[in-house]
């Protein structure tokens, strides 16, 4: 385990760990590894926190209406854009959200995921998301998200008829399957996750590795032929790092897109 960590994780765990397992003791948990009582999907995520929180400070104080910078247009985009990719597009689409009340939440959300993401593309670090409880967090946050305001639209009870279904003899049918469907986002919304970026991420790995042996190979006949094999290794990983960052901006419209779509069906007065 503490080989394939990364430098900054056990940085941490070299200066935090003994209080983070004494922590653990107290509250009656053992850790899974001892040796890295902070995982470092823990510290990734708390490295994306810190880089969030830092360039929303830097750039609340540069907004302005008149004379827009590049960082303030590219955080516009993310909002909303003309191809209607952007977090308050979904949004209205899909949730009728045009007063953007679910627009902090959602965003805060996809924008935590997009940098998570995109963290395995610079080598010192990796990305929290390739790790499960990552994106099972992130699910959970956005399942008692849109459960809470299908409560605080149709309070508890009329919520819970929205499960009944439009049929009142089929109601006893519908109930536990809507509910079984409901509780199945969970899952479909940590899976789809974790596996694009965990098999983004092994892709890599193991297309750097098969290539990188016959480059040895090549260097150990001949310095020539190892550069002209070398120039594969060299150049295919900037394929599957341009591959990863889209791979990470399309997840990160479909957990902007999803959760929409879920909002929008918890507060639908249709039924």
């Not at 509250?27 to 902070?38: A, E, F, K, V």
């Not at 439009?166 to 996750?193: G, H």
């Not at 295919?236 to 957990?255: D, G, K, S, W």
């Amino acid at each position: 385990m503490q080989e394939h960590a990364k430098w900054l994780t056990l940085f941490v765990n070299q200066h935090l760990g003994s209080a983070a397992i004494a922590l653990l003791h107290a509250l009656h948990i053992q850790p899974s590894h001892p040796d890295l009582p902070i995982p470092e999907h823990l510290v990734m995520s708390l490295v994306v926190f810190v880089i969030a929180a830092l360039g929303s400070l830097w750039l609340r104080p540069r907004l302005s209406v008149d004379n827009p910078g590049g960082a303030q247009q590219i955080a516009e985009l993310l909002i909303t854009n003309p191809v209607g990719f952007g977090i308050r597009d979904v949004l209205v689409e899909n949730a009728h959200d045009k007063k953007g009340k679910y627009i902090a939440m959602v965003g805060s959300v996809a924008v935590f995921i997009l940098l998570s993401n995109l963290m395995s593309v610079f080598p010192a670090f990796s990305a929290p998301t390739a790790s499960v409880p990552v994106p099972l967090g992130c699910a959970i946050v956005t399942f008692l998200y849109f459960n809470w305001q299908g409560i605080r639209h149709h309070n508890p009870v009329g919520y819970l008829k929205h499960f009944a279904g439009p049929v009142w003899w089929l109601a006893p049918l519908m109930f536990p399957v809507e509910i079984i469907s409901t509780s199945a986002r969970l899952l479909s919304l940590t899976v789809r996750l974790w596996a694009n970026i965990f098999a983004s991420d092994l892709l890599y790995v193991i297309f750097l590795g098969l290539l990188a042996g016959p480059a040895a190979w090549g260097w150990g006949k001949s310095p020539a032929l190892g550069v002209v094999i070398g120039i594969f290794p060299a150049l295919i990983p900037i394929a599957f790092i341009l591959l990863h960052i889209f791979v990470a901006i399309i997840q990160t419209y479909v957990f902007a897109l999803l959760p929409a779509i879920y909002i929008g069906i918890a507060t639908a007065d249709e039924h």
